[in-house]
């Protein structure tokens, strides 16, 4: 598990801003294999497609999407539950910062809710695409769930408007919300205790 995570948390191959890509940038210039004559590749795609073969989307070769974070998010917990202190990896990786696997999960969903969240000048990362949704005061509150998001920048991309399943970011806000609460709780009790 361990060595699954130091990958899976470098900011060079998985990690992005916004959450986990599916595919590791690493691969920016291109992976192939030769299966008995036949070349097969991918390469890394945050957004949009290089290919029309795939209908202008980049089909899981890079962007973050909502629902496998969300699974990744959860499993991370279910595994602090079993390992519990003995498992510690370096969040992220690279930067000698040891956490629990139930800190690492709270800061993946934190990355991906702040695809969602305006940031000092206004402008939600997924919003950043598109003009009359970062720009104009009619349209800047109205947040969309994008079917996908870019690997690099967290801007939305793909499908907008029927995309049920970037909707499960409304439970990582609220267990979010529950922590901060808890961290505040704990906090305050030790002020009024001093």
């Known amino acids: 598990l361990k060595r699954l995570m130091k990958p899976l948390l470098d900011e060079n191959e998985f990690l992005s801003k916004g959450g986990i890509r599916s595919i590791s940038k690493v691969h920016q210039n291109g992976y192939s294999v030769n299966i008995n004559g036949e070349n097969f590749g991918l390469d890394y795609q945050p957004g949009e497609s290089t290919s029309s073969l795939f209908g202008g989307n980049s089909n899981w070769r890079g962007p973050v999407w909502m ?71 009619y349209f800047k509150d109205l947040v969309l769930f994008y079917e996908y998001f870019h690997g690099d920048t967290a801007r939305g991309v793909g499908a907008s408007h029927q995309t049920g399943w970037t909707g499960v970011v409304a439970e990582l806000i609220n267990s979010i919300s529950r922590i901060e609460k808890k961290t505040t709780s704990i906090m305050q009790k030790e002020i009024v205790s001093q």
């Open 67 to 137: 629902p496998m974070n969300f699974l990744l998010v959860k499993a991370l917990k279910q595994y602090c539950d079993y390992y519990k202190d003995d498992c510690l990896v370096e969040f992220p990786t690279g930067s000698g910062h040891l956490m629990m696997l139930r800190e690492v999960s709270d800061e993946i969903s934190r990355r991906l809710v702040s695809v969602f969240v305006p940031d000092e000048n206004g402008h939600r990362p997924a919003n950043d695409n598109y003009a009359v949704y970062r720009d104009d005061k």
